[in-house]
């Protein structure tokens, strides 16, 4: 059996109001106290959110096992607000426009507040010891034990196509130049729209086509979305 799942939150739901406040308050012991990204006086009650908050669609991976969310992401949708990558980091129109390829349909949206729970990251240390096979294979009731490991991956994916599924053209991203490194090797191309910052640590604004980055692992890994696609139906 797989150990989690991954969901959209559904703001119809009876259970929204609960369900928000548990990743509201993931995102407050990573990010305040772990990383220490944020203070935590600012956050009396627990609860890492923000104006954006109100603006996006929030995913949450939820373990299996005792249905707790131990990793949550938001995506940020067109708002008056604008994008907190646009207000942190110096986005260089030049660059931009030319990310932006001459894409006739554009509608952008933001990758934010990626928490995932202390236990579930060890994880991923383990799996940087041991390596990762791109490429592993699925059957009834058989879950491979570096599958495990790797949910962050297909929790991207996840995002992706649920982006792509809200009619989303391309996605902004302020991350580390070893994250960049990464993903590029698994055909997840990025492009610059402005210089380096200390943003949390050094980060680059960066704008990605979502089609071009799904062609990008598929050309890479063609079954890559099989996975995802199949517990999205």
């Known amino acids: 059996m797989i150990p989690f799942t991954f969901e959209g939150v559904d703001k119809t739901s009876n259970n929204y109001d609960e369900t928000m406040e548990e990743v509201y ?20 009650d627990g609860m890492e959110r923000n104006e954006y908050d109100d603006f996006s669609e929030h995913f949450i991976i939820r373990c299996t096992e005792d249905k707790s969310i131990v ?22 129109p030049e660059m931009h426009e ?25 994880r991923i240390e383990d799996d940087a010891l041991v ?24 929790f991207y994916k996840f995002l ?17 130049r070893g994250l960049y490194v990464l993903l590029k090797r698994v055909g997840m ?6 210089p380096e910052i200390d943003y949390h640590g050094l980060r ?3 704008l990605g086509n979502l089609q071009e980055l799904r062609l990008g692992m598929e050309r890479k890994a063609p079954d890559c979305f099989k996975f995802i696609e199949s517990n999205m139906l």
């Open 25 to 44: 308050r993931l995102r407050f012991k990573v990010y305040c106290e772990e990383w220490k990204f944020e203070d935590t006086k600012d956050y009396p």
């Open 71 to 92: 990793g949550t992401a938001r995506i940020i949708l067109p708002n008056a607000l604008g994008y907190p990558m646009t207000q942190h980091c110096e986005i260089v």
């Open 98 to 122: 030319q990310a932006l390829q001459c894409v006739k349909t554009v509608k952008i949206g933001e990758v934010s507040r990626l928490a995932i729970s202390k236990e579930y990251r060890k």
């Open 131 to 154: 390596g990762y096979a791109s490429m592993l294979p699925f059957g009834t009731g058989v879950v491979h034990e570096q599958r495990k490991c790797n949910y962050v991956h297909e």
């Open 160 to 176: 992706l196509l649920s982006s792509m599924n809200m009619g989303l053209s391309h996605w902004y991203v302020a991350m580390k």
């Open 189 to 194: 191309i990025y492009y610059p729209v402005g």
């Open 204 to 206: 680059t604004p960066y």
